[in-house]
């Protein structure tokens, strides 16, 4: 359905769900062009919230907010929670990496297409009165009334939160969490969150409530004195998660993950977890699209490192549990990102790199990014736009028995995820 077009009466089917939401404004699509203060609004979402009976309030709620990791953090905490019966489970976490349901799980399973109906359903007599006025919700905001819709229905008691965009004013802010993660902070969207660190981790520190137990991963002096700060004037008891905090012998997919898990534990004993319970559920939890392998010989890794940190922590952990492998970096980076930072700290020691783009207007023309990383890394450098020849030439170029390691972005993440699934056999005809 069109802008244009009346909306339907209700939302029959997967398709009609998609059209729906085709129809709002996305800004992970097209980042504002104003302020943040101007761009998102929190009343926009409560009053959509309020038409459809305030289902954000009675589950106990973890919210997660930073610039890398909290996908990470939320899916471990959510695990934890099932490790300790407490199902249903709500988990909530943007963007997906192949299918938009998969941002609204329910005890690890993607939310089904008739509750997303449903649930947009009971969206559309807001929708339809706002439609066409500044009132009118977003795609995350929509998205996010959504998900707390089918979290209700499935009788969710315990929902488990990351944010899209910033913290203070991103839609899923207007929850009343029993606990408060704040993962790293680098400078990321620094047009819309600003040009520095302790300015961005102002906007994160938004998720922080009035006496509400908080916790931070051990940051920089600038970025825990704004944390700190923010936790002392409303009365929330703040702690901090060091990666020594996690046991020598967990056992997880890469190091940098340590300190993520120690939040994450700290956040299910405030929880009400026992503490061994929810250590094993960290070495247990799906993380999708973090140093995942899709396919073999030669081998290939997907992971959604985006920032400079990120990026330096998932090469080295490729190293690590591939020692001596020949490396090929299949990259391809959205725009407002930190290009050098990213793409270098990816190609650190790789044999080739090649350069491609996906599909988000959002996404940076291959040969810029080729002209700007170049005078930066050793490895040769082959750009094709086109992405399933981009991975078919980064397979050639890692040989059988070496890896190719795709990262700088979700999104290629998951269209790499997408393109290296086996095809399903052909049904025989009857």
């Not at 959509?48 to 709620?61: E, F, I, S």
């Not at 247990?284 to 920032?307: F, K, M, N, Y």
């Given at each position: 359905?069109?802008?244009?077009?009346?909306?339907?009466?209700?939302?029959?089917?997967?398709?009609?769900?998609?059209?729906?939401?085709?129809?709002?404004?996305?800004?992970?699509?097209?980042?504002?062009?104003?302020?943040?203060?101007?761009?998102?609004?929190?009343?926009?979402?409560?009053?959509?919230?309020?038409?459809?009976?305030?289902?954000?309030?009675?589950p106990r709620t973890a919210h997660i907010a930073g610039s890398k990791g909290k996908g990470t953090v939320a899916r471990m905490i959510a695990a934890g929670l099932r490790a300790a019966g407490r199902q249903p489970v709500g988990l909530y976490t943007s963007p997906h990496l192949e299918d938009l349901a998969e941002r609204v799980e329910i005890d690890g399973v993607p939310a089904p297409d008739d509750a997303l109906a449903r649930a947009a359903t009971r969206c559309l007599p807001h929708l339809r009165a706002t439609r066409g006025t500044p009132d009118a919700p977003t795609f995350f905001e929509l998205f996010t009334a959504i998900a707390w819709l089918v979290f209700r229905e499935a009788g969710c008691s315990d929902v488990v939160l990351e944010t899209g965009l910033g913290g203070r004013l991103d839609a899923t802010n207007v929850c009343a969490p029993a606990v408060t993660v704040l993962t790293l902070i680098e400078l990321e969207h620094t047009r819309l969150l600003g040009s520095d660190l302790p300015t961005i981790a102002a906007e994160k520190a938004g998720i922080i409530k009035a006496g509400v137990p908080a916790i931070m991963l051990e940051a920089l002096p600038e970025v825990a004195a704004v944390f700190e700060a923010r936790a002392l004037a409303l009365g929330a008891p703040l702690q901090v998660a060091r990666a020594d905090d996690a046991p020598q012998d967990l056992r997880l997919v890469a190091p940098h993950l340590r300190a993520n898990a120690a939040a994450a534990h700290m956040a299910l004993r405030l929880l009400d977890v026992e503490a061994a319970t929810a250590w094993r559920a960290m070495e247990?939890?799906?993380?999708?699209?973090?140093?995942?392998?899709?396919?073999?010989?030669?081998?290939?890794?997907?992971?959604?490192?985006?920032?400079?940190?990120?990026?330096?922590?998932?090469?080295?952990?490729?190293?690590?549990?591939?020692?001596?492998?020949?490396?090929?970096?299949?990259?391809?980076?959205?725009?407002?990102?930190?290009?050098?930072?990213?793409?270098?700290?990816?190609?650190?020691?790789?044999?080739?790199?090649?350069?491609?783009?996906?599909?988000?207007?959002?996404?940076?023309?291959?040969?810029?990014v080729a002209t700007r990383i170049r005078a930066h890394v050793e490895a040769p450098i082959s750009v094709q736009p086109d992405l399933a020849l981009a991975l078919g030439r980064a397979r050639a170029l890692a040989g059988s028995e070496g890896t190719v390691l795709a990262s700088g972005s979700l999104y290629l993440a998951g269209a790499v995820r997408t393109l290296t699934r086996p095809a399903r056999p052909a049904t025989p005809a009857s």
């Amino acid at each position: 359905m069109s802008e244009r077009q009346p909306l339907p009466d209700r939302i029959a089917s997967r398709a009609d769900f998609d059209a729906l939401l085709a129809t709002t404004t996305n800004y992970e699509e097209r980042l504002p062009r104003d302020p943040l203060r101007k761009a998102l609004d929190l009343e926009r979402v409560r009053a959509l919230l309020a038409a459809v009976g305030d289902p954000q309030h009675g589950p106990r709620t973890a919210h997660i907010a930073g610039s890398k990791g909290k996908g990470t953090v939320a899916r471990m905490i959510a695990a934890g929670l099932r490790a300790a019966g407490r199902q249903p489970v709500g988990l909530y976490t943007s963007p997906h990496l192949e299918d938009l349901a998969e941002r609204v799980e329910i005890d690890g399973v993607p939310a089904p297409d008739d509750a997303l109906a449903r649930a947009a359903t009971r969206c559309l007599p807001h929708l339809r009165a706002t439609r066409g006025t500044p009132d009118a919700p977003t795609f995350f905001e929509l998205f996010t009334a959504i998900a707390w819709l089918v979290f209700r229905e499935a009788g969710c008691s315990d929902v488990v939160l990351e944010t899209g965009l910033g913290g203070r004013l991103d839609a899923t802010n207007v929850c009343a969490p029993a606990v408060t993660v704040l993962t790293l902070i680098e400078l990321e969207h620094t047009r819309l969150l600003g040009s520095d660190l302790p300015t961005i981790a102002a906007e994160k520190a938004g998720i922080i409530k009035a006496g509400v137990p908080a916790i931070m991963l051990e940051a920089l002096p600038e970025v825990a004195a704004v944390f700190e700060a923010r936790a002392l004037a409303l009365g929330a008891p703040l702690q901090v998660a060091r990666a020594d905090d996690a046991p020598q012998d967990l056992r997880l997919v890469a190091p940098h993950l340590r300190a993520n898990a120690a939040a994450a534990h700290m956040a299910l004993r405030l929880l009400d977890v026992e503490a061994a319970t929810a250590w094993r559920a960290m070495e247990s939890a799906r993380l999708p699209g973090i140093l995942e392998q899709v396919s073999s010989h030669p081998r290939v890794v997907i992971d959604g490192a985006h920032t400079a940190r990120s990026a330096a922590a998932t090469r080295a952990a490729v190293a690590g549990r591939w020692p001596g492998e020949d490396v090929v970096l299949l990259t391809a980076v959205l725009d407002e990102k930190d290009v050098v930072a990213v793409v270098g700290g990816l190609a650190r020691d790789v044999k080739h790199i090649v350069i491609t783009r996906v599909h988000s207007p959002r996404c940076l023309d291959p040969a810029e990014v080729a002209t700007r990383i170049r005078a930066h890394v050793e490895a040769p450098i082959s750009v094709q736009p086109d992405l399933a020849l981009a991975l078919g030439r980064a397979r050639a170029l890692a040989g059988s028995e070496g890896t190719v390691l795709a990262s700088g972005s979700l999104y290629l993440a998951g269209a790499v995820r997408t393109l290296t699934r086996p095809a399903r056999p052909a049904t025989p005809a009857s």
